[in-house]
Nanobody, 123 residues
């Protein structure tokens, strides 16, 4: 059964950096778009980034452009989210999800989700 496992979250001071990883089983992450989402307490889940199946196309929410970088390593069946210049408003549970499409799509296209990793930005 397909599984996605996020890792790399933690407590970091404002301005710090983290690299989140999303590892998939069954060679599941290759060839499909993978998205990173986050959900803060009391807020709706939002998509922050996505990478297409080939890795040639990426998407970033306006709130993270210039600070977040998504990448994929097909040999390791892993997608990464490098997060720099962290702000307190980045505090959330971060999820990765696999889409049923090759290109980045809306929420409805994401069919498998990981359990999430907590990112807390605080001094």
């Amino acid at each position: 059964q397909l599984q996605l496992v996020e890792s790399g979250g933690g407590l970091v001071q404002p301005g710090g950096s983290l690299r989140l990883s999303c590892a998939g089983s069954l060679n599941a992450l290759n060839y499909y778009a993978i998205g990173w989402f986050r959900q803060a307490p009391g807020k709706e889940r939002e998509r922050v980034s996505c990478i297409s199946g080939s890795g040639g196309s990426t998407y970033y929410a306006d709130s993270v452009k210039g600070r977040f970088t998504i990448s994929r390593d097909t040999a390791k069946n892993t997608v990464y989210l490098q997060i720099n210049s962290l702000k307190p408003e980045d505090t959330a549970v971060y999820y990765c999800a696999k889409a049923s499409t090759y290109g980045c799509s809306g929420f409805a296209a994401y069919e498998y989700w990981g359990q999430g990793t907590q990112v807390t930005v605080s001094s």
